[in-house]
């Protein structure tokens, strides 16, 4: 049995980037920064912050540019992908990325805590034709 699964609790370092593939899905790019605090043999207090590249597809992707903003605090969960690319000067480049399946707002707004999920995997989806016309997500319309 495998299994890739990460689990993250952080702040956004910038405002999610929604971009929109030729096929009609959304698709969204952030940054999430962790925190590690520690105390050195010397006493004295460390800390170390790490940043991880985030990839939220179609439903999530939009929930999250709705909602989120730099340092937003959130929830998230999903597994790790690399994928390569060629540079213009033909250097094989690689990056890895969590791609997002669940998040969770953990700022408060009012009392209500949002929560979102996917269980769509963008390499297994067929392609659309055309996204479909989607109004816009309140809230308060999400059933969590």
């Known amino acids: ?7 993250i609790i952080g702040r956004l370092t910038a405002d999610p980037e ?3 593939t030729p096929n009609g899905d959304s698709v969204a790019s952030f940054s999430v920064a962790t925190n ?15 940043f991880h590249n985030f990839v939220a597809w179609r439903k999530l992707a939009e929930i999250m540019a709705q909602y989120l903003k730099k340092g937003s605090r959130v929830y998230l ?7 390569s690319w060629e540079d213009q000067n033909n250097i094989k480049k690689y990056r890895t990325e969590i ?7 953990l700022d408060s707004k009012g009392s209500s805590e949002a929560f979102a999920k996917t269980t769509e995997d963008p390499m297994t989806q067929a392609p659309t034709a055309q996204a479909p016309e989607e109004e ?5 319309d999400i059933p969590f």
């Open 36 to 50: 590690f605090n520690w105390t050195g043999k010397d006493g004295q207090k460390q800390e170390k912050v790490e």
């Open 99 to 105: 791609i997002a399946d669940n998040m969770i707002m």
């Open 136 to 140: 816009e997500i309140n809230v308060e």
């Open 18 to 20: 929604v971009r929109t």
């Open 77 to 83: 969960d999903g597994r790790l992908q690399t994928r």
């Open 1 to 7: 049995m495998d299994l890739n699964k990460v689990m």
